[in-house]
């Protein structure tokens, strides 16, 4: 994958500078400066959304709603990630030991501020669209925010113009899964190994977020593992092994201090902050936007959304079913693809 390697500082919102950075991205169909598509990705995303491998490959190919054939996309892993970009599993460039909690903390402006050198480095004074789902979606709202100059259109999947209380709570416990790992010590456990036992409950608590009871249902149900009750403390369910597998990979996948970095920063995510109130922050811009929530997420709910559509002069919002609640917008895109196919290609 290619690589943007920025030799100039970065000052963050906390105050503290980076002074230098390295952005990883990744090219789909053939560039061009007035036809390519930002790309955000969500907590757990890298820079690999097409393929097999990747997080939207249902969104994004030839003659899908990212219509490469069409479009060229840039997909870039996020500032604070695992997979290329500077984050905390990264070289000090003190002593080249990986950076761990000595990264400074990061906001989703900081990210945004830093795919900005990104879109100057690539020669994109404008974006024709800048497209995200749940921190992809409000990397994408803060672009429209902070740099409307440089958007042509923006779509939001899966995001409110603020990260609630009960979202704040729940990446607490994210964090603490891992924090409680005995093998996570203080942050630097590079040269031992990832702390597997904390990325698992992890992995395990975030399933539960983004499958709904009745997707739970269809595809587990209550069934069991043997004939019968083994009247034991062992896994007796389905679901129990369909948690374990889940969980087993987890630590492979991804590095545990970039989730408390990433999950810290939709922490921070308030659109309004500074302003007095929501529409001043976003009204100014005319721009076409769309935004899409489900019935099913009630962690980023349609009432909320439409708060913001209000906000937003040419705002369209599209409030889809799934029984995959808040993961709808990565695992059931077909219904997505559909909604968003015709504003791309506007």
Not at 87 to 113: C, E, I, Y
Not at 171 to 195: C, F, H, K, N, T
Not at 325 to 338: I, K, P, Q, R, V
Request: glycine share 10%; with cysteine.
């Amino acid at each position: 994958m290619p690589r943007f390697v920025c030799p100039e500082p970065l000052l963050l919102e906390s105050g503290r500078t980076l002074p230098s950075f390295e952005i990883q991205y990744e090219v789909y169909g053939d560039f061009h400066p007035e036809r390519t598509v930002l790309l955000c990705h969500a907590l757990s995303g890298s820079a690999q959304a097409a393929g097999p491998a990747g997080w939207w490959d249902g969104m994004v190919g030839p003659g899908k709603a990212l219509d490469t054939d069409e479009l060229c996309v840039i997909c870039s892993n996020t500032l604070g990630g695992c997979t290329g970009s500077t984050g905390p599993s990264s070289a000090h460039p003190d002593d080249q030991k990986p950076w761990a909690l000595r990264f400074p903390v990061v906001t989703v402006g900081d990210m945004v501020n830093a795919q900005q050198r990104l879109a100057d480095h690539l020669g994109v004074d404008r974006w024709k669209a800048v497209v995200g789902g749940c921190l992809g979606g409000a990397q994408a709202l803060t672009w429209l925010q902070r740099y409307p100059e440089r958007c042509g259109r923006v779509a939001a999947v899966g995001i409110t113009a603020v990260t609630s209380p009960h979202s704040l709570a729940f990446y607490e416990v994210l964090r603490q899964s891992l924090r409680l790992d005995p093998a996570y010590g203080d942050g630097d456990y590079y040269s031992e190994g990832i702390p597997t036992a904390g990325m698992g409950l992890n992995a395990r608590i975030g399933m539960l977020f983004w499958m709904t009871p009745e997707v739970m249902m269809a595809r587990y149900g209550r069934d069991l593992l043997a004939e019968d009750y083994s009247y034991t403390l062992g896994a007796e369910f389905s679901i129990e092994e369909g948690m374990a597998a889940l969980g087993a990979g987890a630590g492979a996948k991804f590095d545990p201090n970039t989730m408390i970095y990433l999950s810290r920063a939709m922490d921070y995510y308030d659109l309004a902050r500074g302003y007095p109130d929501l529409q001043s922050a976003m009204g100014k811009s005319d721009l076409p936007v769309h935004l899409v929530s489900y019935k099913s997420d009630w962690r980023y709910p349609p009432g909320k959304v439409e708060e913001l559509r209000e906000a937003l002069p040419s705002a369209r919002h599209s409030v889809l079913d799934s029984a995959f609640g808040h993961g709808a917008w990565l695992f059931d895109t077909a219904t997505l693809a559909t909604t968003l196919a015709p504003f791309f290609r506007s």
